[in-house]
């Protein structure tokens, strides 16, 4: 997402550097000062209830997506804004979202979303977000306000978790803006901050732990070769000059080649979308994204019965201005397929400006799906060239790291996770069913 602050620009706001703040102690902000809820009755408002209801009467996750990031926006915008109304106009950008485990997915029932600043650098902010089911219709109206100590723990209402970075920059010298540091008050916020300090570095050293940089491991290449054998054998892989192509045998029902997932989908970037620099708001993506990847997943499945599990950390690293055309192309990566449940889907949006012709790679999203009723077996994917193969480990990997995090957070919520095998009961299953 971007927002911007609504100013407009002004010959006098131009010329004046923009000021930090002063409150109770000179240029500094508490986290408190950016503290918001927002409610959204799904429950209780039949009307907003129309605007989100999906397909099969659930809540449409996408939605859900866009608004997170609304919100991280506004928690921004709250934080760095200095009550000063000749400063020059500062926009706040999504730089990134960190993983999100829906943990409590799409019931109809009202929610509350609760946020705050959590860390400030020197211009970017982490945003922290906690979606909540309230059971009861009369806590819309007068919400438990929550503290920095309940923020940090999930409880058996969360829906999910998740932390947003936002940048502020400069609308004038579009360069970051140096923004307010933030002064933490309580050992609760403390924590948040170091956590949040700690959760920067880490997301440094993924974003170097990429297959482009880290070859296979010794056990990967193993696996390679295992998939290697599989395909192989199988019409289909008619390129492959290691094996006859007569000996090969039709591809069981069971499995599904990579290729055979892919669909896209293009959007022309629309004024209602962008911020006042004609850019698109990062949340509009998120939702285009995870819409084509749920319609991949059902394409996949032959069955409506998916939904969303995690989305791993999406980095916005280049704006995208109105009037591009964006293109998603979406694929399944990775499913060990029957009895596991889950399967690793990729989206890669890419901008397309017509006129220029060019074609620049914007953001890559990695969705965690899974079939959500016992009758769909998901199929096993089979890559078949060299790059596939890679993406097949790259989502491999991406499993793995999944089912450990969200493990974690289950472990923390004492709940079982039936959703990654088909081991657990199915009146266990049937509760976290869902879908879109
Ligand atoms: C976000 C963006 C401004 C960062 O650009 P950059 O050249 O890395 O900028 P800087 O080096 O000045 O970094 C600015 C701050 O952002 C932080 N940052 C940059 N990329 C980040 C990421 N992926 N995750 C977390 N923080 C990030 C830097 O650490 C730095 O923090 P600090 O000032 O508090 O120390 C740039 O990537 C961008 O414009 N992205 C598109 C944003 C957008 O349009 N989003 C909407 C959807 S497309």
Known sequence: MERENQKPTTPSNIQKPRQLVEKTIPNEHEMADSYMEMNLPFKSSPALLEEYIFVDGRIRTGKLLEDLDAMAGAIAYKYIDNGDPDSPPVTIVTASVDRLDLLLPEAVEDYKLYGQVTYVGTSSMEAEIVPEGIKEANNVTKPPKKTPEALGKLGPNTVLATRFTMVAIDSVTKKSAKINPLRTETPAEERLFEFAQANKARKKRASETTLSRHPPTHEERLAIHDIYLQYSQYKGAENDPMTNDEDKKPLPKNFVWMEDTRIDSNFLMQPQDRNIHNNIFGGYLMRRAYELAYADAILYLNSRHANLLAMDEVIFRKPVHVGTLLNLKSEIIYAEGHPHRSFQCRVVAEVIDVEK????????????????????????????????????????????????????????????????????????????????
């Open 357 to 436: 012709n060019t074609h620049e790679t914007s953001n890559v999203f990695y969705f965690t799906m899974a079939a959500t009723d016992k009758e769909t077996e998901p199929r096993r994917i089979l890559p078949k060239t060299y790059a596939e193969t890679m993406l097949w480990l790259d989502g491999k990997r991406r499993r793995l790291q999944g089912v450990k995090s969200r493990r974690l957070l289950l472990d923390q919520l004492g709940k079982e996770d039936p959703s990654y095998t088909s081991s657990s009961s199915p009146s266990s299953f049937s509760s976290s069913s869902s879908s879109s």
